[in-house]
């Protein structure tokens, strides 16, 4: 099977000539090679039980569920750019009665990456599987679990992925990482020119393959890094092409807005805030008390409002407003990408603290780091902060405490229960 039929390649570039001839009979060994392992007629191969690997190959999770029940696996391995390879390696993997469900390809100037998404039996370890294609003539083979999400195929993944871009500026750096797995995301802001100019216009993936940066649309740059599985040209690309869709569409963040009444009586509404919401964000600075902004803040704060411009922008995070009924905004909620972690902060005015802003605003942003397949979050303040201690604990989530110098860090793991949903309050009204 070929794995672009119509690609030739001329003799200029030392590569030979790809021949109709390959194409027949590489698809004539994955058909055979498909029915064998659909109908169970692969013969067992006493040799497979030699479960060594080779040198480059790397398992992530190194046994299957020992239950005779199905597993699901992502795997990558690099095999020759010469006809029958991929056939070998595919007739290697059915001989396990390992069923293929998905194959890309990514070519490389010297052999290709093959992504596997697989079906193996239960029993079956993973440096078993590996060890398989090692000897089919695989190299440099990662194999991970995978799970129901990775059966959706790639083309309808990543227009997805785009259409949550579309929608939300502030979904770009989770797009890029539920499209490049398990990876590092950091922004730099636009203000550090002397980076950006070290970052062509079209993107640069270092020599390692392992880090690729890309120039952000609102004038900063995007690094991502993957240290436990190179990128492929073909991740790069569509990398490039998620950031220069959100830079053509421009800041954007959805319209609305939710009406609730408090247990007093009060009420607010809560909404997504951008850059737009900054005048107003420091209009609430100056209603606080040096207090709660040291809280917020974490130490003396002359100058909290130099904060705001990176806290409001959706490049890196999502806010939530509390707003009254006359249009003052007196709370906010910062959802924080922080590399490959969370993080959660709030602040309330004074004269609006205990009346269940803090609880509101939290448990909405839990649910949104959950939407965002965010494992868990932590929240940052000081140890007297006790209402932000009790508003975690409500939370109904299992925490950590870490705690130096004064500064507390709670971390909440989002993967156990359900967030505790508000029972007091009237959502009278949905825009």
């Not at 040799?47 to 020992?66: E, K, L, P």
Request: with cysteine; proline share 5%.
């Amino acid at each position: 099977m070929s794995r672009n039929v119509s690609e030739d390649t001329s003799e200029a570039d030392s590569r030979p000539v790809r021949q109709w001839r390959r194409d027949v009979v590489e698809l004539a060994a994955l058909l055979r090679t498909w029915w064998a392992s659909r109908h169970g007629h692969a013969p067992p191969d006493d040799n497979d039980a030699d479960t060594d690997t080779d040198a480059d190959t790397r398992v992530d999770t190194g046994t299957g569920s020992g239950t005779g029940a199905s597993v699901l696996w992502r795997m990558r391995t690099t095999v020759q750019d010469q006809p029958g390879s991929l056939a070998s390696l595919c007739t290697a993997l059915a001989e396990r009665r390992i069923d293929i469900l998905s194959l890309q390809t990514h070519p490389l100037a010297r052999g290709t990456v093959d992504e596997f998404l697989l079906r193996a039996p239960g029993d079956l370890a993973a440096a078993e599987i590996s060890g398989s294609v090692s000897r089919a003539g695989g190299a440099g083979t990662w194999i991970e679990r995978a799970d129901a999400h990775d059966l959706v195929d790639a083309p309808t993944r990543v227009l997805g992925l785009a259409t949550r871009t579309a929608l939300d500026a502030a979904e770009l750096p989770l797009a890029l990482r539920q499209l490049l797995g398990r990876c590092t995301i950091r922004s730099l802001p636009g203000g550090n020119s002397a980076a950006r100019e070290d970052v062509p216009v079209e993107g640069a993936l270092e020599e390692t393959d392992t880090v690729m940066r890309l120039r952000a649309p609102e004038g900063g740059v995007i690094t991502v890094e993957r240290p436990y599985l190179p990128f492929t040209p073909t991740e790069f690309a569509r990398a490039r092409a998620l950031v220069e869709l959100d830079a053509r569409l421009g800041p954007r963040v959805p319209h609305g807005q939710d009406a609730l009444t408090l247990p007093r009586g009060n009420a607010i509404t809560v909404r997504r805030a951008d850059a737009s919401d900054l005048d107003a964000a420091k209009a609430m600075h100056e209603r606080c008390s040096p207090r709660t902004l040291s809280l917020r803040y974490h130490g003396p704060m002359g100058d909290a409002d130099r904060y705001l411009g990176h806290l409001l922008s959706p490049r890196y995070g999502r806010t939530l407003a509390v707003q009254t009924a006359s249009g003052r905004v007196v709370g906010l909620g910062h959802l924080l990408w922080d590399g490959d972690e969370t993080e959660i902060a709030l602040l309330v005015e004074d004269e609006w603290q205990r009346r269940g802003i803090g609880g509101e605003l939290l448990r909405r942003l839990v649910s949104m780091a959950r939407e965002a397949n965010c494992e868990h979050v932590y929240a940052v303040t000081q140890s007297s902060n006790t209402g932000m201690v009790a508003a975690m604990r409500a939370l109904g989530l299992p925490l950590d405490y870490q705690i130096e110098e004064g500064t507390l860090v709670i971390t909440a793991r989002l993967d156990a229960t359900q967030v505790a949903s508000p029972r007091t309050y009237d959502h009278s009204a949905r825009d």
